[in-house]
């Protein structure tokens, strides 16, 4: 089992990446791996760069994952989201970037990204990824969840 003292960045004191870099990303062992469990990231302060132009995207990035044998811990993986900061890419590309980063770090039984970026030039972009292991439960999940994940959308009144 990894220890606390394995990890490099919880209880020290922060320095913050100004460029996208997945190596600040940690996991530590999911202690209950007989569980099937959700753990989920809300991160409501999520910047990057347009390719293009150079503006500035907010959005609020939503990470919901089932763990396998591993955890990613929450202080390295707000440096990684924040390490997007000066990041220039497409909406789409950075939700994919993250789930992948993601599923290499962790190898997660099931995994989503959603970013829900507010609007520019009157429009806003909402992309949806995700993933699943192999086993048949899980790749039905992923199936059910990426056909259905916007037939409720949530009422919009603040973008």
Known sequence: MERKDELNILGKKTNYEFDYNPNVLERFENRHPDNDYFIKFNCPEFT???????????????????PDKYCVESKSLKLYLFSFRNHGDFH?????IIMKDLIKLLNPRYIEVWGKFLPRGGLSIDPYANYSNDEKRFKDMKEYRLLNH????????NR
Do not use: R
Request: charged share 20%; glycine share 4%; proline share 9%.
């Open 48 to 66: 990057s760069l347009c390719p293009i132009t150079g503006q500035p995207d907010f959005a609020t990035i939503y990470i919901s994952y089932i």
């Open 150 to 157: 916007d037939l409720n959308p949530e009422k919009i009144d």
């Open 92 to 96: 789409e590309d950075v939700v994919n």
